[in-house]
């Protein structure tokens, strides 16, 4: 090795520690912070850490609750010199949950379960992943199911993969009486829709996804 290629090396070497210095991992993105971009009666109703983008941050998603709105909400990691928190996805949920939304990462995708209405419940449970590259959110997965709480008429559900274009979608029959009262699944329909990407932003509204795939379209 040659005089000039160790100092070269050297130098390399010297600024590793130089440069990582300067690329701090981004902080976990805290309540407080939230809450300082809050509106009067609004508050966190459900959370969680995880990274969704691949770039071994912990991103954060989170759901905003008032009397009459509730947003879900993602913020990417970003490190670098100034850490910091940028709005990835927003989108509305349905104001009325019963109970707060069940937020979790599974394998670097968000999944949220979000069990809204009343005596005719609809239980929808949204799939979302980052994309690498840019501050977005793309949905990749939304199953929905509507059924009677007390068992007074029949439901329906809704599967979909918007990856491949997959959806299968279900009748769902009341059978039995009294305590033994169940729904059994029945006339399934499968086929395909076109493949193509909705961002957190363009999510589609659950009723009429339900209502369209029911109808095979």
Aim: glycine share 10%.
């Amino acid at each position: 090795m040659t005089m000039r290629g160790g100092f070269l090396i050297a130098m390399l070497l010297a600024a590793g520690p130089a440069c990582a210095a300067q690329r701090p991992a981004a902080p976990r993105l805290g309540d407080e912070e939230i809450r300082a971009d809050l509106k009067d009666g609004e508050e966190i109703e459900s959370r969680v850490d995880g990274d969704l983008n691949g770039d071994g941050n912990i991103d954060t998603a989170y759901i905003v609750r008032s009397d009459d709105l509730r947003t879900l909400n993602v913020r990417f990691a970003a490190r670098g010199v100034d850490p910091d928190h940028r709005l990835a996805g927003r989108v509305e949920l349905d104001p009325y949950p019963m109970g707060a939304a069940e937020l979790s990462v599974v394998k670097g995708v968000l999944v949220v379960k979000d069990l809204t209405g009343g005596t005719t419940a609809t239980m929808a449970t949204y799939r979302y992943r980052g994309e690498k590259g840019q501050p977005r959110m793309k949905l990749i997965g939304l199953d929905v199911t509507v059924y009677s709480r007390t068992f007074s008429h029949d439901g329906s559900e809704m599967s979909w993969n918007l990856l491949t274009g997959d959806v299968t979608a279900t009748k769902l029959k009341l059978t039995g009486a009294d305590d033994g009262t169940a729904y059994d699944k029945r006339e399934s329909l499968r086929f395909k829709r076109l493949v193509r990407t909705y961002y957190m932003e363009e999510t589609p509204d659950i009723g009429e996804a339900l209502w369209m795939a029911m109808e095979g379209k």
